[in-house]
């Protein structure tokens, strides 16, 4: 909900935010390839545009991290 809300405002900087938190909350939960999903959503969203690009960051330092999580040292770097 949190994010079709953000979506409908157009506040670009809190749907990164929310893609981000998702795919906190899949990896947590250990569903890596819905993690991978929703951070890859916010890098395709936002790499690119410089105040937004933080969050496409954090969302590559995510997808390393899940790939840490299962062991798979090559994907991660």
Do not use: C, F
């Not at 981000?20 to 969203?45: F, H, P, V, W």
């Not at 899940?66 to 770097?77: R, V």
């Amino acid at each position: 909900m949190s994010l079709e809300y953000a979506e409908q405002i157009n506040y670009d900087e809190n749907v990164a935010s929310v893609h981000n938190q998702i795919g906190l909350m899949y990896k947590k939960i250990g569903n890596y390839e819905m993690a991978r999903l929703a951070y890859e959503n916010t890098i395709s969203d936002y790499v690119g545009i410089p105040e937004l690009e933080e969050y496409a960051g954090k969302a590559y330092h995510g997808i390393g991290v899940t790939y840490m999580d299962q062991e798979n040292y090559e994907a991660a770097i």
